[in-house]
């Protein structure tokens, strides 16, 4: 990624001095830059490093979060004046942003998010800034340039103070969770329920990204279900370990949704069915105890176009959860977040890109604090979708397809429209054991119920 970007700053004609631990890297790195070459200084020591630097200097820290930042961080400070700036482009973990911003007076710095995996890092991330505006200020020409454009303008931007943009990172991070385990739950409807061939199936996703999912999370999904593997010439996703990855920032959105109270129970769903997959010799165990669970769906039961819709829904409450979730931090820690402007940067260059998110920008700049689903464009997917994605998770409950993520979507779509939910048992059982109090509906001011000092 750090080498990816550095070619990629090189080649909007800004000179970059590099550094790698190991100075055998850096060498490999500078020899294969072919004509960009002569604009990367490769040095080997943080000393040649930093007086390679034009002052007043920004430095781009590319490592993994964590302890490796404060590592760099305390080796670069002596070296560094005032009005230097350090900034991490890792997924940092938000929390540590903010107290890197505030621990650091004697040296800027800036914490971005920058998404699109190695090609976007070389051809044009999504940019995502925290810290001090007139430090963004002061780097974002270089920035800007580096960033993918949509039609013409740089999908980066300053989201706000301290951790902010790592923060919507994060967020970021935990709507592709969720994007990809919907994805993945119909792919197993179409695998383990009506038994296609994963050709056939990389064929119906593209079909799907010609329609309004397109995305780059679909596009790639076509991709790896059509590709051969090389040793065997079988489906490569038919020969991949069933078990999930990650590197933390999609757990760090729910952990932080919880603190928020912020509801985003598909992308909880999703940090879940990850750990869960994890989890290989008990699920073989419970195969071999209880029956597979998945089983064939009679083909008259699923349509392409019951797959797409639901699909469709399904993205919207994510996308709704993910900016629910921003909107809640914004408040609660005074950010002041640009919900039109994080709609506006994901449109190119990040994992998440997809065709919905011009229309979630405009949603956004007509009224910010509206939940998306209510926009008038995203409640007519969802009333369009929400029966398709319905009908799914009955046939997934029927026939044995766990869709934790879209079911929880469902549920949270059931519950936004529903004006008298059920907690008023869980009210009066507070009051009842704990005489916790409750408010009324009918105006009479008193707060107990007739238990009132018979609870345990
Ligand atoms: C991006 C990605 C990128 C990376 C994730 C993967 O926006 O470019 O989100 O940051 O792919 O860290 O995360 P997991 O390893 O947790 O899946």
């Given at each position: 990624?750090?080498s990816?970007?550095a070619l990629?700053i ?5 000179p970059i ?6 100075p055998?890297?850096t060498r ?9 070459a002569?604009r990367v200084i490769p040095t ?9 630097i ?6 781009i820290?590319?490592v ?21 700036v350090?900034i991490?482009?890792g997924n940092?973990n938000?929390?540590d942003?903010?107290r890197r ?5 004697d ?12 090609a976007?890092?070389?051809?044009g991330?999504?940019i995502m800034?925290?810290?001090e505006?007139?430090l963004w200020?002061?780097v ?10 949509f039609?013409?303008e740089?999908c ?7 951790g ?5 990172k994060a967020?970021?991070?935990g709507?592709?969770y969720?994007?990809?385990q ?7 409807v179409?695998?383990?329920g009506?038994g296609l ?5 990389g064929e119906?996703?593209?079909?799907f990204?010609?329609?309004a999912l397109?995305s780059?999370l679909?596009e790639?999904?076509?991709i790896v ?7 065997t010439?079988q ?5 991949i ?9 999609g757990r760090w ?5 919880q603190?928020?109270a ?21 699920r073989?165990a ?9 089983m064939e769906?009679?083909?008259?039961k ?6 797409e ?8 409450l994510?996308?709704?959860q993910?900016?629910?979730m ?10 002041t ?9 994901w449109r190119?260059?990040?994992i998440?890109?997809s065709?919905m998110l ?5 949603a956004?700049a007509?009224?910010e604090?509206?939940?998306?689903m209510?926009?008038p ?7 369009e ?19 934790p993520?879209?079911?929880s ?5 059931d519950t936004?429209r529903?004006?008298?939910?059920t907690?008023n048992m ?16 009918d105006?009479?001011e ?11």
């Amino acid at each position: 990624m750090g080498s990816a970007l550095a070619l990629n700053i090189a080649e909007k004609g800004f000179p970059i001095a590099v550094w790698n631990r190991k100075p055998g890297v850096t060498r490999a790195f500078h020899d294969e830059a072919g004509e960009l070459a002569e604009r990367v200084i490769p040095t080997e020591t943080h000393e040649e490093l930093v007086a390679a630097i034009a002052k007043p200097r920004a430095i781009i820290l590319m490592v993994p979060a964590g302890e490796p930042v404060d590592e760099q961080i305390a080796k670069l400070r002596p070296l560094l004046d005032e009005d230097d700036v350090i900034i991490d482009a890792g997924n940092a973990n938000f929390h540590d942003t903010d107290r890197r911003v505030r621990a650091l007076d004697d040296v800027g710095f800036l914490g971005i998010g920058v998404s699109g995996g190695e090609a976007g890092a070389r051809h044009g991330p999504a940019i995502m800034g925290g810290g001090e505006k007139a430090l963004w200020d002061r780097v974002s020409p270089i920035l800007e340039a580096i960033a993918a454009k949509f039609e013409g303008e740089p999908c980066a931007a300053w989201m706000g103070r301290e951790g902010a943009g790592h923060f919507v990172k994060a967020v970021h991070n935990g709507i592709e969770y969720a994007d990809m385990q919907m994805i993945a739950e119909v792919y197993g409807v179409m695998r383990d329920g009506l038994g296609l061939k994963a050709e056939a199936i990389g064929e119906t996703f593209a079909r799907f990204n010609e329609g309004a999912l397109q995305s780059y999370l679909i596009e790639i999904s076509s991709i790896v279900a059509s590709a051969a593997d090389t040793h065997t010439g079988q489906p490569m996703i038919d020969l991949i370990l069933d078990k999930a990855g990650q590197k933390g920032t999609g757990r760090w959105t729910a952990i932080e949704a919880q603190h928020l109270a912020a509801p985003i129970p598909a992308i909880e769903a999703a940090v879940v069915a990850r750990n869960l997959s994890s989890r290989v010799a008990q699920r073989r165990a419970g195969e071999d105890m209880f029956g597979a669970a998945p089983m064939e769906i009679p083909a008259d039961k699923v349509s392409d176009e019951m797959l797409e819709r639901a699909l469709i829904a399904g993205k919207v409450l994510c996308y709704a959860q993910g900016f629910d979730m921003i909107a809640a931090a914004s408040e609660q820690f005074g950010w002041t977040l640009p919900l039109p402007e994080i709609a506006k940067v994901w449109r190119e260059g990040c994992i998440i890109r997809s065709a919905m998110l011009d229309d979630m920008a405009a949603a956004l700049a007509e009224d910010e604090d509206r939940n998306l689903m209510l926009a008038p464009v995203f409640a007519r997917h969802l009333r369009e979708g929400h029966v398709a994605l319905r009908e799914l998770v009955a046939i997934g409950a029927r026939y044995g397809h766990p869709m934790p993520a879209l079911s929880s979507g469902l549920s949270y779509f059931d519950t936004m429209r529903t004006a008298r939910g059920t907690a008023n048992m869980i009210q009066a059982q507070r009051d009842y054991f704990g005489e916790h109090g409750f408010e009324r509906t009918d105006g009479i001011e008193d707060s107990h119920g007739p238990w009132h000092g018979h609870g345990v």
